[in-house]
């Protein structure tokens, strides 16, 4: 299995940000938009620069950085980070993950 891209992250970072409700309807704005959001709901003070890397493909948010951006953004964490969304026992793995860190989602994500 090929090793998961940031720029694949980008995408569905992007997709994420499109699909909510509150975000503004063209893409124009939608980096600040973000920020102010993890920010305000999260605490999560990162730069411009930083959400500006993640939506081009530069660099992908560390694991409690993804957990909060996947809870801004209503989307699970496991989607957002390796672009599944796996199910067990008809329960989303979303929920069951909630308390594992990033780095293990990733190493789960590889021996999957």
């Given at each position: 299995?090929?090793?998961?891209?940031?720029?694949?992250?980008?995408?569905?970072?992007?997709?994420?940000?499109?699909?909510?409700?509150l975000?503004?309807?063209?893409?124009h704005?939608?980096?600040?938009?973000?920020?102010?959001?993890?920010?305000?709901?999260?605490?999560?003070?990162?730069?411009?620069?930083?959400?500006?890397?993640?939506?081009?493909?530069?660099?992908?948010?560390?694991?409690?950085?993804?957990?909060?951006?996947?809870?801004?953004?209503?989307?699970?964490?496991?989607?957002?980070?390796?672009?599944?969304?796996?199910?067990?026992?008809?329960?989303?793995?979303?929920a069951?993950?909630?308390?594992?860190?990033?780095?293990?989602?990733?190493?789960?994500?590889?021996?999957?």
């Amino acid at each position: 299995m090929a090793q998961e891209t940031t720029e694949e992250f980008a995408h569905r970072l992007r997709m994420a940000v499109k699909a909510h409700p509150l975000a503004p309807p063209t893409p124009h704005g939608s980096q600040r938009w973000l920020l102010r959001r993890l920010e305000t709901e999260t605490g999560l003070a990162v730069s411009q620069n930083t959400v500006h890397k993640w939506y081009t493909g530069t660099s992908r948010p560390r694991g409690d950085n993804l957990r909060k951006l996947a809870k801004v953004l209503s989307v699970d964490e496991v989607w957002l980070s390796l672009g599944r969304k796996p199910v067990v026992d008809g329960v989303s793995l979303g929920a069951a993950a909630s308390g594992a860190t990033g780095a293990i989602l990733v190493i789960a994500g590889m021996i999957e």
